[in-house]
């Protein structure tokens, strides 16, 4: 099974792996390589291999360029979406204070702050009480409106630039690659870069061989794949970085490549044993002990990572990764020497990627706080306020032993979508939203109910509902917690507010992407560096009660974009599941705006987005005409797919009339 090396053995990293002349065939060390000895190496086959595939990350890195630019020519570009930051400092927090305070006075009708979760459930309505204009401040001559407030040290006043995306401009070919592939869970497009990468490594372990060369270099292949498969399982990649995606996009290639680099493995392993059992040599199986670990290293990683295995036992398909990971590094090693070079890069991206994970991690205190109503925990860190786009997740340890076990405190991370606002001006912290959905997240909601039991009679009291509808908010436990983040964001270097309007539609817990997706819109359009002026935030949801842990902050924005003449905003709520009885008794508490909806039924994907291009498409143009409009979703695959056929399922006028549609998902 050992895989034949050259007697000219290369004297230099560059030679390995860049080293294409053609040699004449020599003599090797193995008795099965001299039958099949090919004008190249197999060294110098990787090396074209892999030069190859640079060219082709060089490529889609030329792709992203363009966005790329636009967005971090915009003012902070380049100090969000990298690393959480604290609170700042009391003198900068009262400097900003008074910057703002000399140019954006405050009116007093304004409101001075958003209603909090007991104001609103003890107070009723009156806690939301919100204005009910949405014809627009021309057609309310009366209204007095305030200035647009500027809330962050941002700089000037820019409106970002707008780049569409290749695929708005090239729609017709894009939206065929966008279909769903049958019912694999691919979209056409995910499976032609399945069967290009496919038909490449074909190549060059068969075709281009012959004899039984193509079983050592199928070895060599498996060598010549560990980088880039663990470029793109990193969680800070360097290949997401050049071609301006996230980890969670590309990781369907990474999963690609480890089935071929498994496959080719068993043709490796199998090849051999056969030749041998041919010539009657098998006792040479067990000579190869280095190359038995490293197939047993490798069949872990593959075990392991089935998808009924990875989506039962999440904890044994991650320690299993990295226990496979490290018996395959040093195991091909001692198999190949030459395989060192690939080893040693591999080590090197995940170094890196160490590095990058503990320069973005901090220990915190959080406040954690059951909502029944939304079935989830609500975890607020207020020492991290700002360093985080729309759209981003963290990654969380919670680091209490008594309250989440052994287990649960060291060793298990989850991740979930960032639910707030960076640098709101407000300084408010980070707040995510826990659904309760496994044994983590059930401990992470028992924990923080427990010091909530006390309060329930005194909001049944004040309020008069049943406790089983109050049960849980109180002041909230504390809990220290790893954070590292953030990660992930809006696709291809995509800025939303540089779309002239943001159809937001989400399902379930996926509102904590649509709330961070309409605050930053909100945010940038107050510190006058948006180009939006119309947005629609749909929510999806079985049980209408889990709208009052949200509703401070949908009010929140229905209250700021008041005072905002270029900026409108509707709110559409639509439950599933539970009847209009059940929800009648609390629906006094919800504010009384017609840009506020709470309806039963499943909504028309179709014509919601139809009639929201309609208005965009309505609106007044500037200088440079319309700017797109951006979809935003998050919520059950099936859901977002539903979103993606409406947005495919556009007219070409109505596209080209609003400048372009782009779907952008978590």
Known sequence: MSVPASTNTATGFASHILGLAPRAATNSSSSISKEGDAMYSNEQFLGLFNLILLVIIFFFFLASVPRAIARFRHPGAWQTGWILKQRKSYVRRATDAIRRSLHMPEYPSMPSRRPTIKEGLVNGAAAFATDDSDEGHENNPGKQVAPIRRISRKGPAIAPAHVPSWATLFHPFASTLGRPFFATGLSNGQALLYLLYTAFFITFAFVITYGTVSIARAGWLVIGNIPLMVALGAKNSIISVLVGSNYGKVNFI??????????????HVFGYLVVWLTRGTIDDAAKHVSAWAAFAGLSIIAIASLPIIR???????????????????????????EAIYWVLGALFIIGLDHVCRLLK?????????????????????????????????????????????????????????????????????????VKKTGDWTKKLYNAASVTQANTDTVYEEKVGYTVALEKGFGSGATMRMLVEGPYGGPEGHAVISSFSSAFVLVGGSGITYGLACVGELIRDTEALQARTRLIHLVWIVQDPA?????????????????????????????????????????????????????????????????????????????????????????????LTEQVKKAARGLSADARSGVGGVEFIDE
């Not at 979930?416 to 707040?431: C, H, K, L, P």
């Open 361 to 433: 991690s901090t220990i915190v205190s959080a406040t954690i706080t059951a909502l029944p109503d939304l079935q989830c925990t609500r975890v607020e860190i207020p020492y991290l306020t700002r360093g985080w786009r729309a759209g981003q997740h963290v990654r969380i340890h919670a680091l209490s032993f008594s309250k989440m076990g052994f287990f649960g405190s060291f060793m298990e991370v989850h991740p979930f979508t960032i639910a707030s606002v960076s640098e709101n001006g407000r300084g408010d912290g980070m707040v995510l939203y």
């Open 254 to 267: 990474h999963r690609w490549i480890g089935k071929l680099m498994f496959i080719a493995s068993v043709w």
């Open 546 to 638: 889990a709208v009052f842990p949200i509703l401070p902050n949908l009010v929140s924005f229905l209250d700021r974009t008041n005072y905002m003449p270029t900026l409108s905003i509707q709110i559409s709520i639509h439950y599933t599941r539970a009847s209009a009885s059940a929800f009648s008794p609390r629906s006094a508490s919800l504010p009384k705006s017609r840009r506020l909806e709470v309806q039963p039924g499943r909504p028309n994907i179709l014509d919601l987005l139809s009639g929201f291009v309609e208005k965009t498409n309505a609106l007044a143009r500037g200088r440079g005409g319309m700017s797109g409009v951006a979809v935003l979703s998050c919520g059950p695959k099936g």
């Open 311 to 337: 989506r039962l036992t999440y904890n044994f398909f991650y320690h299993a990764h990295w226990i496979g990971y490290t018996v395959l590094l040093v195991a091909i090693c001692f198999h190949v020497t």
